[in-house]
């Protein structure tokens, strides 16, 4: 098996893992699915350049000079959010931690990257390309959503999900006195 | 030229998979997945035959299919510093929220 699998195995599962997580807590693979895209991300970030031809060996290598100042990107991001004024809360040394994870980032891209390269007409085509795609998706979901819904009748709770809901709704609403 | 039939190709390609993979990994009971299924192997097929087309003459369809797809790959991630200043922008803009 050439490592050229791992590294498209690797971004199939992180694909995977992301819309997995996306789902619902109804949904019990929620729960595997940000590890499992950290899996996908462990797999392309460790895989070696042997047997990936050239456009591949490129993307890869972008995407691992992407990480290195994407990660803290999001992670500046995560406390710059935890740290901003909610309802009148402020956490002023929560806030200038993300802000300095947030700048170092920024000094990690600008020290690694070419402002603007030659991947600006590349990036613009990728974009036309996704936007077709996307278009012709939400053609087709407005297609099928006219179409007549069958007669089928849905079956009603179960003992566990009733229990589930219940638990959710106490929750958020049992503390409420009105 | 042929360099942009192939990130063009690669990124009809590249999109198709993310439904397909979405519509597996994200499945439940209420989905109606066929016309997607089929509308995404359509494309798949299209940007297959665009790739063939911009490819050098001997490739076969899977290194047609990672040539182009992994070039729509290093499109898509050039465009993420762009898509992190916006990103900074916002945070900028929540940090300095009146209360």
């Known amino acids: 098996?050439?490592?050229?699998?791992?590294?498209?195995?690797?971004?199939?599962?992180?694909?995977?893992?992301?819309?997995?997580?996306?789902?619902?807590?109804?949904?019990?693979?929620?729960?595997?699915?940000?590890?499992?895209?950290?899996?996908?991300?462990?797999?392309?970030?460790?895989s070696t350049e042997e047997g990936l031809i050239s456009n591949e060996q490129i993307?890869?290598?972008?995407?691992?000079?992407?990480?290195?100042?994407?990660?803290?990107?999001?992670?500046?991001?995560?406390?710059?959010?935890?740290?901003?004024p909610i309802y009148n809360v402020t956490r002023p040394t929560t806030l200038a931690i993300g802000w300095v994870i947030l700048l170092f980032s920024w000094y990690v891209?600008?020290?690694?990257?070419?402002?603007?390269?030659?991947?600006?007409?590349?990036?613009?085509?990728?974009?036309?390309?996704?936007?077709?795609?996307f278009i012709a998706h939400i053609f087709i979901i407005r297609l099928v959503e006219t179409l007549p819904r069958s007669n089928e009748t849905i079956p009603p709770l179960s003992e566990i999900e009733k229990t589930y809901v219940a638990n959710v709704l106490n929750r958020h609403l049992g503390d409420r006195e009105d | 030229m042929v360099e942009f039939l192939l990130t063009f190709s690669g990124s009809l390609m590249l999109g198709s998979l993310l439904v397909l993979i979405n519509i597996k990994a994200a499945y439940h009971p209420y989905h109606k997945t066929i016309p997607l299924i089929a509308s995404s192997l359509l494309i798949l097929g299209s940007g297959l035959y665009l790739s063939l087309i911009a490819s050098p003459e001997g490739d076969t369809a899977l290194t047609a299919m990672r040539q182009a797809t992994s070039l729509a790959i290093n499109g898509l991630l050039a465009t993420l510093p762009a898509v992190f200043a916006l990103v900074t922008l916002m945070m900028l803009r929540i940090s300095a929220r009146p209360q």
């Open chain 1, 1 to 46: 098996m050439g490592w050229w699998l791992q590294w498209w195995i690797g971004l199939f599962l992180m694909v995977s893992g992301f819309s997995m997580g996306r789902m619902g807590p109804a949904f019990s693979r929620s729960k595997i699915g940000y590890p499992l895209a950290l899996f996908g991300l462990g797999l392309v970030f460790f």
């Open chain 1, 109 to 133: 891209l600008l020290t690694n990257y070419d402002l603007p390269g030659p991947d600006v007409v590349s990036s613009a085509i990728t974009i036309a390309g996704l936007i077709v795609v």
């Open chain 1, 59 to 84: 993307a890869s290598e972008t995407m691992r000079q992407t990480l290195y100042w994407a990660l803290p990107g999001l992670f500046g991001c995560y406390i710059v959010a935890r740290g901003s």
